[in-house]
């Protein structure tokens, strides 16, 4: 989708300092990492809601847990990228 792509690009060249030199393995890494953050998101979301948490709270625990997922998915990819400033 749009959003992976633009996200793809923003954290490339501004969060994590890799300036787009990761390449199409990069970005199919990028990809997975975000859909594995999506599994994640809803395997945890539907568990709580399942388990009695009400939807709002399960909703804010699922995208921490996602959101945290993704945030080091994606620096361990970028942090392999030449040039890189976290490398």
Known sequence: SAA???TYLI???YTFGAGGRIGPRGFGLYLAAS???LAI???V???LVLAGLPP???LAVASLCALS???LSYA???RSAPGSRRG
Request: hydrophobic residues 50%; proline residues 0%.
């Open 4 to 6: 992976v792509v633009a």
């Open 11 to 13: 954290n490339s060249r």
């Open 56 to 58: 709002l709270a399960a």
């Open 69 to 71: 997922f993704n945030y």
């Open 35 to 37: 859909l594995g953050g």
């Open 76 to 78: 361990r990819i970028f």
């Open 41 to 43: 998101n809803l395997a």
């Open 45 to 47: 979301y539907g568990g």
